[in-house]
């Protein structure tokens, strides 16, 4: 049986985290937008929640701000030297768990930044490893191979080569998806804390009870911004009526054109293409992603949207 998490995460109080500001954005793939003409501001230390229904930029957007996609329109604004220190968990399906490494290995990605792929080990790096495995439970772990790993003790593992990397900017792409709920409750210890130590923290969620209980902010995406804001005002019928139909009303052949916008009454422009593709870093290779909400309440007439959609 798994320990449970310690409360202290690295200690470390962050300094200069930049604000990420977007400005007309447009990401996709093959000049079809996936995410369009979305303007706004992370605020350094932000804990925010990206939510939407399937296919509605989610994934798209966190490859946007790690600089996978370059923009098709508009631009992510950051400080320069910051720009490469983001932490990224992709979703869980795009790991090939059959990679021959061990757990060990696994977290010790999470220094190649400050290491480098070929110097040896350091007496200090290997209790820097063995310490981020304690704060996830997986102490005696070590020397298990990630294929033997169930679904939580692999995100448990991926949140301890977080830890490691000591980013001011971390990203979570379905961080909670298919794992048990104490799980759930240890990884958000160290996701607080990260808060806390004024991380940028932006994870992509489908449970919108932990986005209610734990996430102060969220962007609520469908395509292009429905609202964005505090999650309570977010988070409404209306709201989440919108995002479905907003949705399902784009055309996926429609190519990008950068003077044509969706109006906020859902009027029909140019439209995205339906389909969030992944990548990999490492030994992390992602397939076609599905984002999942499972928000199923029936609501009346979409109102205007809330945020700071353009």
Avoid at 129 to 134: T, W
Avoid at 187 to 199: F, K, N, P
């Amino acid at each position: 049986m798994t320990a449970p998490v310690p409360v202290a995460t690295s200690g470390r109080a962050v300094a200069n985290v930049p604000a990420i500001r977007l400005e007309d954005l447009t990401l996709g793939y093959d000049r079809h937008p996936a995410v369009h003409h979305l303007n706004g501001m992370i605020p350094p230390g932000s804990l925010l929640a990206i939510v939407g229904p399937n296919g509605a930029g989610k994934s798209t957007l966190l490859r946007g701000l790690i600089g996978e996609l370059k923009p098709l329109g508009g631009r992510i604004i950051g400080d320069p030297a910051v720009r490469g220190q983001f932490a990224y968990v992709p979703q869980k399906d795009g790991i090939d768990v059959s990679y021959p490494v061990s757990v060990f290995d696994l977290v010790a990605m999470g220094l190649w930044e400050r290491r480098g792929l070929f110097k040896a080990f350091r007496r200090a790096d290997t209790d820097a490893i063995s310490h981020a495995l304690a704060l996830v439970g997986l102490s005696g772990f070590e020397r298990r191979p990630v294929g033997t790993l169930s679904g939580g003790q692999l995100q448990r593992a991926l949140f301890a080569r977080v830890s490691l990397q000591d980013a001011p900017v971390i990203l979570l792409d379905e961080p909670f998806s298919a794992i048990d709920n104490a799980t759930v409750d240890d990884l958000m210890v160290l996701v607080r804390g990260w808060s806390t130590e004024g991380r940028t923290v932006v994870a992509v969620l489908h449970d919108l009870a932990v986005v209610r209980a734990h996430f102060p902010e969220t962007l609520l995406l469908a395509r292009q911004a429905i609202a964005w804001g505090p999650t309570v005002d977010v988070l409404t019928q209306a709201n989440m009526a919108k995002a479905r139909g907003m949705t399902e009303a784009f055309d996926d052949r429609a190519p990008f054109c950068e003077v044509d916008h969706i109006g906020a009454d859902g009027g029909h422009g140019h439209a995205p293409h339906g389909h969030e593709h992944g990548h990999s870093h490492g030994h992390d290779h992602a397939n076609h992603s599905h984002d999942h909400d499972h928000d199923h309440s029936h609501a009346p007439a979409p109102s205007p949207a809330r945020g700071t959609q353009g």
